[in-house]
């Protein structure tokens, strides 16, 4: 049986490991492009955030290439994201598409749904041999993440543009030929290895900055949603860490009822979980703030409520906090082009910003 998922960054080299030791033809979907929006779009409700109708874009394709079983996954309330797995489903159904689905909720929020549905996904398959296959998938995600970490470390520092990229797609590549949890471990020493054989500048520049990057799951990890942000900063000379990686967010979010310790940063400005990572947003631009970052950059999905509300307190925040906010909210009418001048407009203001701050710490300095 063939079966696919959504694209999400790197994690769909595991998923592909996943569905192939479970016994399926795994159908890999490819990196979205302006096609897999452009059909989502034309599908999906006007006001259907941007995640929505990218993976439904992505379902289509996969489905065009003989996939027959999908398999997604979401929160369950108070973002609507919950439904997406149904009304996906619905379209599919309505355009003509005759597919299966198994969408999984949170295993603490619906247990025996949960385990409904992984009896179902793991078809004639022992349970040794699941525990086996999401033992070597969360190896593979543990790589990935490390891998793309490193990738943030060194993009300012590299002494060719794009070099950086080059080695990282190289690595996962590694990762993704890989077949036991020996092997992921070799790729990733090995991965970690080429990054660190970039050529770059010999010591840290004075101007380094740090932008932290805080929102919405999905446009957070997903490059094509946010228009390469991570590198397009890493290229402008800029550190970036971003808030969510889908380990931690399997920690925190699937595993256990959400990351407490930012709810508790969170809570003197927003008090109740509202869904998504609205909550996680305050949170998070709390710590880059007391960290020392320079900015933070907020994605959000247009019409995404959880964001919307986080969006409604940034000001007051960024003043009490000392810490510059650009929001981004991106649907399909968002063009490349004025995001990465946006961004290079934002990376300007935090340089001016450091100068002034400098030449004031050093007038205190030469006063006393």
Not at 98 to 105: A, G, L, T, Y
Not at 215 to 221: D, R, S, T
Not at 340 to 351: I, K, M, N, Q, Y
């Amino acid at each position: 049986m063939k079966a696919s998922y959504p694209h999400m960054g790197t994690s769909a080299i595991a998923f592909r490991s996943l569905c192939r030791s479970l016994g399926y033809e795994p159908v890999q979907p490819n990196p979205p492009t302006q096609r897999t929006l452009s059909l989502g779009t034309r599908y999906s409700p006007e006001f259907a955030c941007i995640p929505f109708k990218i993976v439904l874009g992505t379902y289509i394709e996969v489905l065009e290439r003989g996939a027959e079983l999908l398999v997604s996954g979401g929160g369950k309330g108070p973002c609507r994201a919950g439904y997406y797995g149904e009304l996906h489903q619905r379209i599919l159904n309505d355009i003509g598409y005759d597919c299966e689905m198994v969408f999984f909720w949170p295993p603490l929020r619906t247990p025996a749904d949960f385990l409904r549905k992984v009896r179902r996904f793991k078809g004639g398959a022992s349970w040794t041999d699941l525990y086996r296959a999401l033992r070597l998938t969360w190896e593979k995600l543990l790589v990935l993440d490390d891998l793309e970490m490193k990738s943030h470390r060194l993009r300012p520092l590299q002494r060719r543009r794009g070099s950086v990229t080059a080695a990282l797609e190289s690595s996962l590549d590694l990762v993704d030929r890989a077949v036991t949890v020996d092997q992921v471990r070799e790729a990733r020493r090995m991965g970690l290895a080429r990054l660190e054989n970039v050529p770059v500048h010999d010591s840290e520049p004075d101007d380094l900055l740090k932008v932290g990057v805080v929102g919405e799951i999905y446009v957070q990890l997903e490059p094509f949603a946010n228009f390469n942000l991570e590198e397009k900063l890493g290229d402008l000379g800029v550190f970036v860490k971003r808030g969510l990686f889908l380990t931690d967010f399997a920690r925190t979010d699937i595993l256990r009822w959400g990351d407490e310790a930012i709810a508790d940063v969170a809570r003197p400005y927003l008090s109740e979980n509202v869904g998504g990572h609205g909550q996680n947003s305050i949170g998070e631009i709390i710590e880059y703030a007391r960290r020392g970052y320079d900015g933070v950059v907020q994605l959000a999905p247009f019409s995404c409520i959880p964001e919307i509300v986080a969006k409604s307190i940034v000001p007051a925040l960024s003043r009490e906090w000392n810490i510059p906010v650009m929001t981004l909210f991106i649907d399909e009418q968002t063009g490349r082009g004025g995001v990465e001048t946006r961004l290079e407009a934002f990376v300007d203001l935090l340089r001016s910003r450091r100068r002034k701050d400098e030449g004031k710490a050093h007038a205190r300095i030469s006063g006393s």
